[in-house]
């Protein structure tokens, strides 16, 4: 299958600095990438969808200031959670979707475990 | 609104016991259904989907829209299922977004 790639996949930053997560889809172009937050023994939460070109669309209640999705390229996908706060850490994993027609198969990232100190 | 609920954080069976992993979800419209599993230090990979209909290591699941659920079952666990499984609803419009369910851990014990 398809595979989607994090970097780096754990990082630990002090609170008010910005720390930034790629997310690289390796073997296949995808004009939408998303990312997820996923906190400890939780269900996933889809944060924003990055479209190549343009803006990124958020979900309710995800602050666009704060995390930063920039879709630059067809294999590329980065997410920058700016003046991070010890509240922010958590688990973020990015997903891909294959090219084609309809739904087709999301490939996800191995994930990005974020500490704030 | 569109919610995806698993009741069950946890679910312990023996080898060779029948599991049935419940899955609920709330949309208004056609939505696809997927179950996507996490083994220990892995991803989160795809498992199977309603549309194809085929049976991935043994797991199926129908989509119920009388009763808008979409279990997954497996008649004989086997130790290697041992992981998180999660369900999750993408909606009309090929928007591509995945709600995900809360997620169950499924434990099989030797």
């Known amino acids: 299958g398809a595979v989607v790639s994090q970097h780096p996949s754990r990082v630990i930053c002090k609170s008010g600095t910005s720390v930034k997560i790629e997310c690289r889809s390796l073997?296949?172009?995808?004009?939408?990438m998303f990312w997820y937050r996923q906190f400890p023994k939780q269900s996933l939460m889809l944060m924003a969808t990055s479209n190549e070109g343009s803006k990124a669309t958020y979900e309710q209640g995800v602050e666009k200031d704060k995390f930063l999705i920039n879709h630059a390229s067809l294999t590329l996908s980065t997410l920058t959670v700016t003046s991070a706060h010890p509240e922010d850490s958590s688990f973020y994993i990015c997903?891909?979707?294959?090219?084609?027609?309809?739904?087709?198969?999301?490939?996800f990232g191995q994930g990005t475990r974020l500490t704030v100190v | 609104a569109q919610r995806v609920t698993q009741p069950e954080k946890l679910l312990s069976v023996f080898k060779g016991a029948p599991v049935e992993l419940k899955c609920n979800y709330s949309?208004?419209?056609?939505?696809?259904l997927f179950w996507y599993v996490q083994y220990s230090r892995q991803r989160l990979q795809l498992l199977l989907r309603?549309?194809s209909r085929e049976s991935i290591k043994g797991f199926t699941a129908d989509l119920n829209k009388g009763e808008t659920s979409f279990h997954l079952k497996k008649p004989f666990a086997q130790e290697e299922d041992s992981a998180m499984y999660y369900c999750?609803?993408?909606?009309?419009?090929?928007?591509?977004?995945?709600?995900f369910g809360q997620g169950t851990t499924l434990q099989v014990k030797p």
């Open positions: 073997d296949f172009q995808a004009t939408t």
């Open positions: 999750a609803l993408s909606g009309s419009g090929n928007t591509g977004k995945l709600i």
């Open positions: 309603h549309i």
């Open positions: 949309y208004s419209g056609s939505p696809e």
């Open positions: 997903s891909a979707r294959s090219p084609g027609q309809g739904n087709t198969e999301a490939f």
